[in-house]
């Protein structure tokens, strides 16, 4: 369950010298403030989303919200709200998908030389994740390895999730014959996307 929503946090604080309170007229007892609220995900903040405030007079305790005060408190608050910085924490969830995303870009490239590596230099047990014709997923044990060629023992199961490919890579899968594929196939086989992964 993604738990999501709203935070509110406190900005700034001022109290009004020059207006009055629209309820009782006494003047000098209003305290403007100004929050901001970001949205957040599991309570992490992500990125602000708006501004809002309130007015509360010191004398009468009445309180208003933007859209109820007068055209004087309003321009009053207005200018606390443009003068009020909000707390760089509430963009640090933006700054941990920026590095989530730069780390997912330097795996992937790692993956793929890795990849690369093993399909030049196969070893006997490598595993290779495929996509096959039925569009569920498989996989090939390498048994043996010649000069330009693999031999690989198929899968007898496929799985219809990605993911949960793992769940069939178990010895007792595999059949107990076996066909050779050259190292030049392979290769395409990988850049076609067939072979997606490769496990050593």
């Known amino acids: 369950m993604i738990i999501y929503g709203g935070k509110t946090v406190h900005l700034k604080s001022e ?25 957040h995900v599991f309570w992490i903040p992500l990125f602000p989303i708006a501004k809002k405030g309130t007015s509360q007079c010191q004398h009468c305790k009445n309180v ?32 941990l998908i920026v590095v989530l995303i730069t780390w997912g870009i330097y795996a992937g490239r790692e993956d793929k030389k890795l990849a690369l590596e093993y399909l030049a230099s196969p070893w006997v047990g ?3 994740e495929c996509k096959i014709e039925t569009g569920s997923y498989s996989t090939l044990k390498v048994m043996s390895v010649s000069n330009d060629s ?4 198929p899968n007898e199961y496929e799985i219809s999730r990605m993911s949960k490919i793992y769940k069939i890579n178990t010895p007792k899968n595999y059949s107990e014959s076996s066909y050779g594929i050259s190292k030049n196939k392979l290769k395409e086989m ?8 490769i496990n050593r």
Not at 31 to 36: A, M, P, T
Not at 150 to 153: A, H, R, T
């Open 64 to 95: 208003l919200k933007t859209k109820e005060m007068p055209e004087s408190v309003k321009r009053e608050y207005d200018n606390l709200k443009n003068n009020a910085k909000g707390p760089i924490w509430q963009f640090a969830g933006l700054g």
């Open 190 to 197: 990988y850049d076609s996307g067939e072979i997606f992964d």
């Open 126 to 128: 490598d595993i290779y």
């Open 150 to 153: 693999v031999f690989v023992s």
């Open 15 to 39: 109290r009004s010298k020059t207006t009055t309170c629209p309820s009782c007229g006494t003047q000098g007892s209003l305290i403007l403030s100004v929050y901001r609220v970001h949205a």
